[in-house]
């Protein structure tokens, strides 16, 4: 009974024009072939340098119909407190200022403009080595995740445009 409900539940999502992103081996090759013509602008500092490895690494992209501008943020905010005031947790937030510029008509369009937040907390601890590394072991793992948001961003939009 429940694998004729699956099938039929396939056969819904088909009939109204679902079709996934991505295939069974990755990306299509036709949401590829998009990302291939994406350059990614430069982002200042160590973590934009991460973000945009991460995506040039996913995006394959080497093209100019489009550009890829980031701009990221970061704040942090120290919270709950020891006897001796001192702070045990502080919270991460990374925001990210999206904006992908189309060079296919005859002046530059700007077709997606996003402000994208990720947030992570983790906790102080006493050594001040082992402090500035879990802060910037955070950082970094948020920019990754930023940079895998904003891949599957570009994914919906090139779907819809396609």
């Not at 004729?4 to 088909?14: E, G, K, N, W």
């Not at 500092?45 to 394959?60: A, H, K, P, W």
């Not at 080497?62 to 006897?83: A, C, D």
């Not at 793992?141 to 599957?152: V, Y």
Request: net charge neutral; proline share 3%.
């Amino acid at each position: 009974m429940t694998r004729l409900i699956a099938v039929f539940s396939l056969f819904l999502l088909t009939a109204c024009g679902f079709k996934p992103l991505y295939e069974v081996g990755g990306s299509s090759a036709a949401l590829q072939a998009q990302f291939s013509q994406v350059e990614v602008a430069p982002i200042p500092d160590r973590l934009g340098q991460v973000m945009r490895n991460r995506l040039l690494d996913r995006l394959n992209s080497s093209g100019n119909k489009y550009r890829l501008e980031v701009v990221l943020e970061q704040s942090s905010e120290q919270y709950g407190t020891r006897p001796d005031t001192a702070k045990t947790q502080e919270q991460l937030t990374m925001f990210a200022n999206v904006k992908l510029i189309s060079f296919e008509g005859a002046e530059p369009k700007v077709v997606i403009e996003e402000r994208m937040r990720a947030r992570t907390s983790f906790d102080v601890v006493q050594s001040d080595f082992a402090a500035v590394a879990q802060r910037e072991d955070s950082a970094e793992r948020l920019a990754l995740e930023m940079a895998e948001r904003i891949q599957r961003r570009l994914a919906l939009y090139f779907s819809q445009v396609n």
